[in-house]
């Protein structure tokens, strides 16, 4: 009974019969995986149907009985959700392998024991640095009236879309061994360390680039005397405050911002309000 | 503006809204993008990419460009964890850009109407992350009939809640909304125009308050002054300071790894 013989992560020694994938077979995995992974996403399982939509040329090539195919296919439609593009395409890759030397169990744990940690990698280099940053880029030369803007964003998605094909084979080659790779935590921390701070830098200057033309128009006359003649000066409130500190308003605001967030506990939606209310208020006074 | 190409059609000759084949077209590009944000994850869903494709059919790209880059500004830190409902930024920036096109106050209007209707299409982005749960109890039985034909019809069909749930609010908003709301809107006082020009200026800064909250600030905000300085006094361009967070980013991890050799 080779069943009895698997245990989480472990090649099997005995009768398991493994079938040599094909080319086509792995190519068609990859590119369903890549093309449609979400598009069934749902609230109850989230991307189950898609990892099991991409798995079926693997299924069925290696399972030859329709109980051994049915068995197969109940497994993957299990909870799975992860980040998509650059977590699940090593997941798949390496269940693909796994999947063709009929290691169901160590599918299984893989797919539940990776999609966390790579997940949280994922989300952060794509939502906290890249997205970001290319937003703030390709946003700033569309406000100039380029159309290079949109298609930055254009380029980025091609760029994600394009890495999953070498993550895919990265773990197709790993197999069982992208869990030690994965599991190298320091390694992973100190990835998402390293991109962090460089987010933190470029988003320091970006705050008063992007927001540079919020500036007070206002101005007070003052009177001076110079050798005893009267003399009248109009003062703009903006250039005394760039001699203090530059850009000040801007830094206000996303302080203000920030605040509302994370001091008052307050959702995007009622700071968004908040800022709406506040920026009619200055600029019907005038003084934005 | 007037070297760009005015696009598709021109908003202006239609006074009295948009005819079908307009809502139409805006409608499919609502489905496309949703679903081919899904997967391959192509980022036509972008309030930029969206703004541009909108405003090139509707003959006003610039228009199109500024509420894109506006809203994309506005969600700088958001992102769908886990699944998370956020904000409709697509929707927002095709129907705000195709409205405001229809009205000569253009970016106030544009932006005026893209908001709600992100916020308002939550809703339908639940809608459709619940209806799809159908979909895997199909597949559910399915699976256990050994059909993987079935299975795989079902996978496939679950793009319609996800597309659907986009293309009829654009539809109905462009084919039946834009008219009236831009005869109501006609004659806009000038303090709501230019409130929505100062409020379009200050919002970024809710989306790099939100950014900020994902990041350690407390731990890291020096990083932060250094950015700003090297802008606001050393006048470095956005790419120079690029590299230099590179720098400093290895620079860090140089320091740290070397510690703990020592130690």
């Not at chain 1, 539940?112 to 939502?127: F, K, N, S």
């Not at chain 2, 077209?25 to 980022?43: E, F, H, R, S, T």
């Not at chain 2, 500024?66 to 409709?88: E, K, M, R």
């Not at chain 2, 893209?114 to 979909?135: E, K, N, S, W, Y």
């Amino acid at each position: 009974m080779s069943e009895q013989q698997i245990e989480n992560g472990q090649v099997a020694t005995a009768t398991r019969e493994i079938v040599a994938l094909d080319r086509t077979t792995v190519l068609r995995a990859m590119l369903r995986h890549l093309i449609t992974l979400q598009w069934s996403w749902n609230y109850e399982r989230m991307q189950a149907l898609g990892y099991l939509y991409s798995m079926l040329p693997v299924i069925n090539k290696v399972y030859k009985t329709r109980e051994e195919r049915i068995t197969a296919m109940k497994r993957h439609l299990v909870f799975y959700n992860t980040n998509p593009q650059v977590g699940s395409p090593p997941i798949f890759g390496a269940t693909v392998a796994l999947e063709a030397q009929r290691e169901g169990d160590a599918v299984d744990s893989l797919k539940v024991g990776l999609m966390g940690p790579l997940a949280g990698i994922g989300d952060t280099i794509q939502a906290i640095l890249f997205r970001p940053i290319i937003g703030v880029f390709a946003a700033s030369l569309a406000l100039g009236g380029s159309i290079i803007g949109p298609f930055l964003m254009i380029l980025s998605g091609i760029f994600w879309t394009v890495l999953m094909v070498p993550l895919f084979f990265f773990g197709y080659r790993q197999g069982t061994g992208i869990v030690t790779e994965v599991a190298e935590s320091g390694r992973v921390a100190r990835i998402t360390d390293v991109a962090t701070i460089m987010g933190m830098v470029v988003i320091g200057g970006f705050i008063p680039s992007i927001m540079s033309k919020v500036q007070t128009p206002l101005k007070f006359v003052r009177t001076v005397t110079v050798q005893g003649q009267v003399h009248t000066q109009t003062v703009a409130i903006q250039s005394i405050l760039d001699q203090i500190v530059p850009y000040i308003i801007p830094v206000a605001f996303v302080f203000f911002a920030y605040w509302l967030l994370r001091g008052l506990k307050l959702s995007p939606v009622w700071v968004m309000i908040i800022l709406f209310v506040v920026g009619f208020v200055l600029a019907a006074v005038g003084a934005l | 503006m007037a070297s760009l190409p005015l696009g598709l059609t021109n908003a202006l000759q239609f006074a009295s809204g948009y005819p079908l084949y307009i809502a139409l077209i805006l409608a499919v590009w609502a489905y496309v993008g949703i679903v081919l944000q899904l997967g391959p994850g192509l980022w036509w869903q972008e309030a930029l990419v969206s703004g541009l494709v909108t405003g090139w059919i509707v003959g006003n790209i610039p228009l199109g460009l500024t509420v894109g880059a506006t809203l994309t500004l506005l969600s700088l830190g958001l992102w769908t964890y886990g699944g998370a409902t956020i904000p409709d930024f697509q929707t927002g920036s095709i129907v705000g850009t195709a409205i405001g096109a229809l009205s000569h106050g253009s970016f106030a209007v544009g932006l005026a109407v893209a908001i709600p209707t992100a916020l308002f299409m939550t809703q339908m982005d639940v809608i459709g992350r619940a209806v799809t749960t159908f979909f895997i109890h199909g597949a559910d039985r399915y699976a256990a009939e050994g059909n993987e034909h079935g299975v795989a019809a079902m996978h496939l069909l679950g793009q319609i809640p996800w597309g659907l749930t986009r293309a009829i609010p654009v539809f109905l908003a462009v084919w039946l909304g834009a008219g009236p709301i831009q005869s109501a809107i006609k004659f806009l006082p000038s303090w709501f125009t230019n409130g929505m020009t100062t409020t379009g200026m200050i919002l970024p800064a809710l989306g790099f308050a939100i950014l900020l909250t994902m990041l350690p600030v407390r731990r890291y905000w020096p990083f932060l002054l250094i950015g700003f300085v090297l802008f606001a006094y050393l006048k470095v361009s956005i790419i120079g300071i690029a590299i230099v967070a590179v720098a400093i980013g290895f620079l860090m991890d140089m320091l740290r790894t070397r510690r703990e050799v020592h130690v």
